[in-house]
Structure formats: structure tokens, C-alpha cells
DNA sequence: CAGTATCCTGAACGATACTG
DNA sequence: CAGTATCGTTCAGGATACTG
């Protein structure tokens, strides 16, 4: 049991951050979402080593959330570029409230302010929990039920 | 630099997911949702060792998420439990966007359906992202800004 | 603490393109 | 057709983290 213990758990919190918890993948998605789709690229932003990002960008392939897909610059070669899927464009959603939860609660001096916009209209969109008729709930007013236990 | 490498970066979304990202944050902080606040019931829910145990609910203290309130029960000697503080309860739509995507794009056979509901109501909520005025917008409508480049 | 697994650094490797 | 540069991948090591 070395790495992702929980990977095939029946609880999809589990399985969601046996994802987004492996080291690079958040953040590679992250730049995705950016934008981001080479792999010189991805090295260039995260600092991360190139066989670990190959293992990362497969693993996220193999997952759903990127796909490869070749390209060729005129003059160049075959390259390959990395684009997120719809799955993986959903991923938005956690992400956001991730990164919206650290800049209200893990502040920094030099906090920089990056967030995610309604591509449409530029308003500021965050994450919150919603009823299915479109109620904001509090994440206070809010509880976690698993099946196991009754109730 | 071994493990977290951009714990004091300016993007938020790194910040948080160096917290969530770490291997047994997210789950401790999903069970502590759940109810569970004692120190042998983590051990038991996760099959956690128990000094990554107590590094990791260190950890979550230090970063404001959880508190560690002693107790006592009648003929036993003290002990403590570890309870979200409302900094660590409004987590719960991060886990809750993560648990949402896991379970609709990660299938597994026997999948169970946590999921988190309304405590007044029992209605199911789930992760979105909305406008500040309660507008609604899909993930792929979504785009991420960085402060960075221009805009 | 001992044994195992994972990660990261750095370097080497095949593959492709441009050069002369 | 060699000679060189770049890209993406893989390999070898030392350090670190996890389990029991």
C-alpha cells in the first residue's frame, strides 16, 4: 500500500484527492486552466522535473482530465500539446474553491489575487455550496453525510 | 525543499493545495466533517500511522484548521480531541466540489454517495460557482485570471 | 527504529530538424 | 549525409516519508 491507499475507496472525496493530492496534478491543472498546454511549459512554470510531469500528464490522461494531442509548428517537428477534456475543465469548480478557501484563510503578504472570472462577462465568480432550486448555503450550515451510518 | 515547494507562493490555489494536497490532510479534514474528533477514531477510519497522525492534525492546527480541545472522561485521564475550527468548516465546499467531481467523472462499480446536505433541511448541496449577484456559471464558462499578465 | 516505497536532482538516451 | 541543437522520456543516486 504505498502511495494512494484510498485511490479505489468508495468515497469519491477519496478518490477526488488521491487526484488532486498527488503532488503536481492540481497544480497542472491549475496551469491548464491558464492556458497552458506545452510541455516545456509546464517545466518552465512549476519548476518540476520532466519525469515527473510525464508521469503526472499521463496519469491525468489515463484519468479523463487532459488529453494529447499532437500539433506541428511549420518548420518543427511532431510536438505534442496538453489539453484539458471537458472532465478536466470541471475541475474548475474545485479549484476555485480551493484557492478561494487560501486567500481568505491562508493569507500571505504579497497574496496575489488570482481567480476565476465568467469567461462571458469578466464578473468574478467563487465557489459556494448550492441547493438543486439554487439556494447559497453556508459552508457552516452544511454536513457531511455518508451512507454507512444510518441517517 | 522536499515536500511542499510552493507553501509560500503567491497563488492561492498552490497555498491551498499544499494544505489539501498533503497525503492525508483532505481525508482528515473530510472525517472531521463526518463528526469524528478523536484521536484512535482517525486512526481506525483511515488506517493512518499514528505519528503521521499527529504531524498531520499539528499541521492542521498551526494552519488555523483545527483546534485540540482537552477532555476528560470520568474515571480516564485527560485526552484530547480535535475539532474544525470555522475556518476549517468552510472547507467543506472545497471537499465538497472535489467529492462532487470525483463521484460524476470517476466512476467506480460499488460507488457510494456521500455527499453533503443542508443541516436545517436535509437538501442536498453541491459545489458551484456563482456570481457575486447569485448567478450561476458552468465550470467551462470559467476561466482563471492571474494578476501577473496584464487585465 | 528498521524496512520499504516514493520523490527529486542530474544526466543520458532516442527521436527529430536545421546546418553545411 | 554527417554534425549539432532541442525536445520528451527514461535511468541512476541520494534524501525523505510512511508503515509496522
Redesign the interface.
Known amino acids: 500500500m504505498p502511495k494512494t ?2 485511490a ?1 475507496s ?8 488521491d ?5 503536481w496534478t ?2 497542472i491543472v ?1 496551469d491548464a ?2 492556458g497552458i498546454d506545452r510541455f516545456a511549459d509546464f517545466v518552465a512554470e512549476l ?1 518540476i522535473a520532466q519525469d515527473v510531469l510525464t508521469k503526472r500528464l499521463n496519469a491525468l490522461v489515463a ?3 487532459m488529453e494529447r494531442i499532437p500539433y506541428q509548428e511549420d518548420g518543427s517537428r511532431m510536438r505534442y500539446r496538453y489539453a484539458l477534456t ?2 478536466g ?18 493569507p ?1 503578504d ?12 469578466g ?10 432550486d ?1 439556494r ?2 453556508a ?10 451510518a444510518g441517517s
Chains 1, 2 share one sequence.
Open positions: 491507499s484510498h479505489t468508495g468515497c469519491a472525496i477519496a478518490r477526488g484527492l487526484l488532486l493530492g498527488e503532488r492540481g497544480m491549475r486552466l491558464r519548476g484519468a479523463g482530465v471537458p472532465t475543465r470541471q475541475l474548475a469548480t474545485a479549484l476555485a474553491s480551493i484557492g478561494d478557501w487560501a486567500a481568505a484563510h491562508l500571505v504579497g497574496g496575489s489575487t488570482s481567480h476565476f472570472v465568467e469567461a462571458a462577462t464578473q468574478r465568480v467563487r465557489a459556494a455550496l448550492v441547493t438543486d439554487g447559497i448555503v459552508p457552516v450550515d452544511a454536513q457531511l453525510v455518508v451512507p454507512s
